[in-house]
């Protein structure tokens, strides 16, 4: 590897529109790794960059850091994922982003009635949730979630 194929932090920060805190965030983590100067400066890869891109993407989809880790520690040590590793991925994640787009769907038609009764600090609600029975159903926005947890979108 040649010097010019090394980036500074400062470089990577203004390539992949992250602050440098959130790239050294990304390094203790282990989602991204750097080499030391004899200065004892970071220096990042070039191939970082596409690195921060599928993390980004990633968590613009709603995935936690902790999915991405375990995704990103599928691939083999150092590399960047490519096209293929990112469709293999993907698939994975499918369902999971289909529910959140569910989620999304019953909350923008629910949005001008009810935020979906995960208020709690009513103790009934007459527009959707007579007596908070929502709660028995557990914490949170329970009309919001997916049917397949086995609650029903009110309406």
Known sequence: MQTNDLLSIGDVAARSGLAPSAIRFYETHGLVTSVRT??????????????????????????????????LSTLPSGRTPTRTDWARLSENWRPRI?????????????LDSCIGCGCLSLQRCALQNPEDKAAASGTGARYLEPASTGTQAAG
Not at 43 to 67: D, K, Y
Not at 102 to 107: A, E, K, P
């Open 98 to 110: 289909d529910e959140q787009i569910q989620r999304l769907v019953r909350l923008r038609d629910q």
């Open 38 to 71: 004899a200065g004892n400066q970071r220096r990042f890869r070039r191939s970082t960059l596409r690195r921060l891109a599928f993390i980004r993407s990633a968590q613009r989809v709603g995935l936690s850091l902790e999915e991405i880790t375990a995704a």
